[in-house]
């Protein structure tokens, strides 16, 4: 099992280095430990940019068990750290930059790999139909072409992601899946006895596997509350994730012009996808000549 490297950008910690062979290696090992409860969190630009004015989300991802990779600008990120740390003319950095981003389009460099949300998922999903680790989806929810959810929702997400994953592994082991909550702590102790429930149906004591998709920052948030609870041993934040599980929404062909295909279907996203990209790697250069 590989050593990963724990490296900060702009005061986050994202652990690189790992395959995902190194990443589910070390959740079966977790797995072992008694008594705990383990949070993954797949940290992307979006993660890192909220934590500068949220010191409570810097906190929980700092403190998390393994904060891996989830897109391709934590990535460059880390490579123009690195490799410009000996550069220490401004302009000179801020060129060698630009270069090495223009480039990138057309030149696949050894930046790491990307640990998703979404291929993550899947491979827990995978070892739980080989080993029966038990799974349980909750939250995710339709939304309109704006990015507002639909109420009352159509369908419920956790559920209908449920339903395809048993199509695609049919050992696998969701021991229940709802979107019937929300992630506000007022509905915490109803979310809480559902999981109970569940688990008491299907003979679980302790889950194994949890994935919470209400959007960082609240999913990660909901698991420090709860997992004490209900018991489990390893929570896992999703975000969008049950929307591709599901079939909702396909998945981008390439992660280079990902942000573009979210655009398109999601203009209201444009905001967020602005603070991925330009603004985060500009907060990274500046913060490099700070240093």
Avoid at 131 to 160: Q, R
Avoid at 242 to 256: A, H, I, M, V, W
Wanted: with cysteine.
């Amino acid at each position: 099992m590989t050593e990963f490297e724990s490296k900060k950008i702009l005061g986050v910690r994202v652990d690189f280095g790992m395959s995902m062979e190194d990443v589910l290696s070390r959740l079966e090992k977790m797995l072992l430990e008694k008594n705990k409860h383990h949070l993954i969190c797949t940290t992307n630009a979006e993660f890192i940019m909220d934590a500068q004015t949220d010191p409570k989300f810097k906190s929980i991802l700092n403190g998390a068990d393994l904060s891996v990779p989830d897109g391709v600008g934590v990535l460059f990120a880390n490579y123009f750290l690195t490799k410009s740390a000996h550069i220490n003319n401004p302009v000179a950095k801020l060129l060698w930059g630009l270069g090495f981003g223009v480039s990138s389009l057309f030149v696949n460099y050894p930046v790491g790999d990307k640990i998703s949300g979404v291929d993550l998922s899947l491979e827990i999903l995978k070892m739980s139909s080989k080993t029966n680790y038990s799974v349980f989806f909750l939250g995710g929810h339709p939304k309109d072409f704006w990015g507002n959810a639909i109420v009352p929702a159509p369908f419920d997400m956790a559920t209908l992601a449920a339903s395809k994953v048993r199509e695609l592994y049919p050992h696998v082991n969701i021991i229940g899946a709802t979107s019937s909550f929300n992630r506000n702590p007022s509905d915490d102790e109803a979310t809480v006895e559902y999981i109970k429930k569940c688990m008491k149906e299907k003979g679980v004591k302790e889950l194994d596997f949890i994935f919470i998709a209400y959007n960082h920052k609240y999913q990660e948030n909901w698991f420090i509350r709860n997992a004490p609870k209900i018991p489990v041993k390893i929570g896992l934040g999703i975000g969008g994730t049950f929307d591709y599980l599901s079939g909702y929404l396909n998945r981008p062909t390439s992660y280079k012009f990902e942000w573009l295909k979210k655009i398109f279907i999601r203009p209201t996203k444009i905001s967020r996808i602005l603070r991925a990209f330009p603004i985060f790697p500009i907060q990274v250069f500046i913060d490099s000549i700070r240093k």
